[in-house]
């Protein structure tokens, strides 16, 4: 299976106004127009060229969707067929769905611990040029996709089952304490496009947190100035990871999940990279704040 990265996250809330505001004025998004066939219900905010990589719909209920994208209908129809002979149910979508998905083809499951997921191809790009309403430089998408997610799940060793033999991700490296583990996954060049820990944190599985990776080290910086200006709360302060060597904070978002943004994330070669483990708390410096310090405790 040929996934080639993390195309669009949808973000469902009862508080469009929010997640838009947050999105515009604190992370530097630049609002987009809604796909044909969208029906005009839900708000979608751009990063790149791409018609959209966040979308945010209504819903009496907080949940959140990957949609993770394939290079041709041809590996994205393989894909299907691969799952369904594994036993996952897959249900594809028509064409007004993919229509309001801004692809092609669309086709919706979920993994083990029910976290949805859509599988497209052929996203729509946008004509005009991408400009953040904020003056970020840009966010480093591309062939890499629009970042990564990591979610707390209650057992690492069902997450590599589905993640890494099943839906063809590649094995980064991977922290270890005692029973519990971290497992950071990879479908690109980005050193990880999904990861997960399965340790007792606080609010208990699904989506831990979303990250973004900005131009330049500046744009991190501004884009921390403007979270502590709106009164954001920052869980982790600027710092640096031991094994994707980014540099970043995380904060708050309107929902439950945290976003990260980052900046100089490790690009992986495949013909010489070879599997690490760590044991440590994951950072060279920084990251002080709450959610690493409820890492830290659920570890002891």
């Known amino acids: 299976m040929d996934c080639r990265g993390l195309s669009y996250l949808v973000i469902e809330t009862s508080d469009r106004a929010a997640w838009s505001e947050f999105l515009v004025e604190v992370m530097g998004c630049m609002p987009g127009e809604a796909p044909a066939g969208s029906g005009g219900d839900a708000d979608h905010f751009r990063l790149d060229d791409r018609s959209f990589r966040i979308c945010v719909q209504p819903s009496s209920?907080?949940?959140?969707?990957?949609?993770?994208?394939?290079?041709?209908?041809?590996?994205?129809?393989?894909?299907?067929?691969?799952?369904?002979?594994?036993?996952?149910?897959?249900?594809?979508?028509?064409?007004?769905?993919?229509?309001?998905?801004?692809?092609?083809?669309?086709?919706?499951?979920?993994?083990?611990?029910?976290?949805?997921?859509?599988?497209?191809?052929?996203?729509?790009?946008?004509e005009?040029?991408?400009?953040?309403?904020?003056?970020?430089?840009?966010?480093r998408t591309g062939e890499s996709g629009m970042g990564h997610l990591l979610y707390n799940v209650p057992s690492s060793s069902e997450a590599l089952a589905f993640y890494r033999d099943l839906m063809g991700f590649r094995v980064t490296d991977y922290f270890a304490w005692g029973e519990n583990s971290a497992w950071f996954l990879r479908c690109n060049d980005r050193h990880h496009t999904v990861a997960f820990v399965d340790l007792p944190l606080p609010g208990g599985p699904g989506l831990n947190h979303f990250m973004v990776e900005a131009g330049t080290l500046d744009d991190v910086g501004y884009a921390l100035d403007r979270a502590v200006d709106a009164g954001v709360e920052i869980v982790n302060?600027?710092?640096?990871?031991?094994n994707d060597k980014c540099v970043s904070f995380y904060m708050r978002t309107p929902g439950r999940a945290n976003v990260e943004i980052g900046v100089d994330q490790l690009r992986i070669d495949d013909a010489t990279w070879q599997v690490i483990a760590w044991s440590g708390r994951g950072d060279y410096w920084g990251h002080r704040g709450p959610l690493m310090d409820e890492i830290a405790d659920a570890k002891q």
Do not use: C, M
Request: proline share 4%; net charge negative.
């Open 61 to 126: 209920q907080e949940g959140y969707v990957a949609g993770w994208g394939f290079a041709s209908e041809e590996a994205w129809q393989g894909a299907l067929d691969e799952l369904s002979a594994a036993g996952i149910t897959v249900v594809p979508g028509d064409e007004a769905e993919a229509g309001s998905r801004g692809v092609r083809g669309l086709a919706r499951l979920e993994d083990p611990f029910s976290n949805r997921i859509e599988l497209v191809w052929g996203q729509q790009v946008a």
């Open 128 to 139: 005009s040029r991408f400009e953040s309403p904020q003056g970020a430089k840009g966010f």
């Open 237 to 242: 302060s600027l710092g640096k990871h031991s």
